[in-house]
């Protein structure tokens, strides 16, 4: 018998207005469990992978700021012409 995690298709899929709702006035996710919980079991909207994976792949910490994470990619793209 094939067992499921008792919140599978029970959580929605992650849209903007929801990816959005979970941060503060700073830009700091607030609720990365719910970040990962709406991805891991339904996945996201096309227009905001762009946005979430960044976090997922622990590019941008969970709790930076917008300017922080502008800093980031600076750095990062700064990084990647480099070479």
Same mark, same amino acid.
């Given at each position: ?17 929801? !990816? +959005?709702?979970? !941060? ?16 891991? !079991? ?5 227009? &905001? ?5 960044? !976090? ?13 994470? &502008?800093?980031?990619?600076?750095? +990062? ?7």
């Amino acid at each position: 018998m094939l067992e499921l995690h008792p919140e599978e298709g029970q959580v929605p899929k992650l849209t903007e207005e929801v !990816f +959005r709702s979970l !941060f503060n006035e700073c830009g700091q996710l607030e609720d990365d469990l719910t970040l990962r919980k709406y991805v891991f !079991f339904s996945g996201m909207d096309r227009n &905001i992978r762009k946005e979430v994976w960044p !976090f997922l792949l622990h590019v941008y910490p969970y709790q930076s700021t917008y300017d922080e994470r &502008i800093q980031i990619a600076e750095i +990062r793209k700064q990084v990647s012409c480099a070479y």
